[in-house]
């Protein structure tokens, strides 16, 4: 069995004291390849330092909604100087963490990063992995008039109907803890309805703890607790819900 963390923060400070024992964890429980969010631009050297250093690791540049106050306009300039940069860096396979959060400040300024992210992973061919919060058919206004083909929604929470919209244009769900508790029940009852094939597994770590484990920091080793609650919900073996996601991601990256 192999899996696929398609969403997580390894190069974040609090792992700096026990990241390779973090990744050897995650190797144990059958998790191999990692995908590695850009948050800031500050933050986009470690970030590509630490993916580097990761075998199986990959990584993602953007500019994500929840930090829009250390954000700038400027930073796209610096985001194409990146992108650049990487030339065919075979690491480099998405742009993100971009979106909306209705619960942060500056919603115009949001929007203009929002959208000129989009139009360059539309450029450069890229997935865009989206970040959410009660902007999900927003998002999705947005991504129909000038976003990329491809790309996944990150911490899926919504209804059905919202599901099977960005399923049909194509793109993918993403899956981690909220699955794992019983009270979840619009999101459980979504992802039980919606298709297999369009879903890949996540933890977000070191945020979004599993179930059983709140108020701990959250780690690519708990998949495994995604995974069961994914085949428990899908009524199928966890080896094949793991095959499937973990072909749904490669795809998705283009590996």
């Given at each position: 069995?192999?899996l696929?963390?398609?969403h997580?923060?390894?190069?974040?400070?609090?792992?700096?004291?026990?990241?390779?024992?973090?990744?050897?964890?995650?190797?144990?429980?059958?998790v191999?390849?990692f995908?590695?969010?850009?948050?800031?631009?500050?933050q986009?050297?470690?970030?590509?330092q630490?993916a580097?250093?990761?075998?199986?690791?990959?990584?993602a540049l953007g500019?994500?909604?929840?930090?829009?106050?250390?954000?700038?306009a400027?930073?796209i300039?610096?985001?194409?100087?990146?992108?650049e940069?990487?030339?065919?860096?075979?690491r480099?396979?998405?742009?993100g963490?971009?979106?909306?959060?209705?619960?942060?400040?500056?919603?115009?300024?949001?929007l203009?990063?929002l959208r000129?992210?989009?139009?360059?992973?539309?450029d450069?061919?890229?997935?865009?992995?989206?970040?959410h919060?009660?902007t999900?058919?927003?998002?999705?206004?947005?991504v129909?008039?000038?976003?990329?083909?491809c790309?996944?929604?990150?911490?899926?929470?919504g209804?059905?109907?919202?599901?099977?919209?960005?399923?049909?244009?194509?793109y993918?769900l993403?899956?981690?803890?909220?699955?794992?508790?019983?009270?979840?029940?619009k999101?459980?009852?979504?992802?039980?309805?919606?298709?297999?094939?369009?879903?890949?597994?996540?933890t977000?770590?070191?945020?979004?703890?599993?179930?059983?484990y709140q108020g701990?920091r959250?780690?690519?080793?708990?998949?495994?607790?995604?995974?069961?609650a994914?085949?428990?919900?899908?009524?199928?073996?966890q080896?094949?819900v793991a095959?499937?996601?973990?072909?749904?991601?490669k795809?998705?990256?283009?590996?």
């Open positions: 069995m192999q696929f963390d398609s997580c923060h390894l190069d974040f400070d609090v792992f700096d004291e026990d990241r390779g024992q973090v990744i050897e964890n995650a190797r144990a429980a059958a191999e390849k995908m590695l969010l850009g948050v800031c631009a500050s986009w050297s470690k970030l590509v630490v580097d250093s990761i075998d199986g690791g990959y990584y500019l994500h909604p929840y930090f829009i106050q250390q954000h700038h400027e930073h300039d610096e985001l194409i100087a990146q992108l940069q990487c030339g065919p860096d075979l480099l396979r998405a742009i963490e971009i979106g909306l959060d209705a619960e942060c400040a500056d919603m115009d300024l949001q203009v990063l000129e992210q989009l139009r360059l992973a539309k450069a061919r890229l997935p865009v992995i989206l970040h919060r009660k999900l058919d927003k998002l999705l206004k947005l129909r008039e000038s976003g990329p083909e790309g996944v929604i990150h911490a899926f929470s209804s059905y109907e919202q599901g099977r919209a960005w399923v049909d244009h194509g993918y993403g899956i981690g803890g909220t699955i794992t508790y019983p009270r979840a029940n999101t459980r009852d979504a992802i039980k309805r919606l298709p297999l094939n369009a879903m890949v597994l996540e977000d770590s070191p945020d979004m703890p599993m179930c059983g701990q959250n780690e690519p080793a708990r998949l495994v607790d995604a995974l069961a994914l085949a428990e919900l899908k009524q199928c073996e080896a094949e095959s499937i996601t973990y072909t749904n991601t795809r998705l990256f283009s590996l």
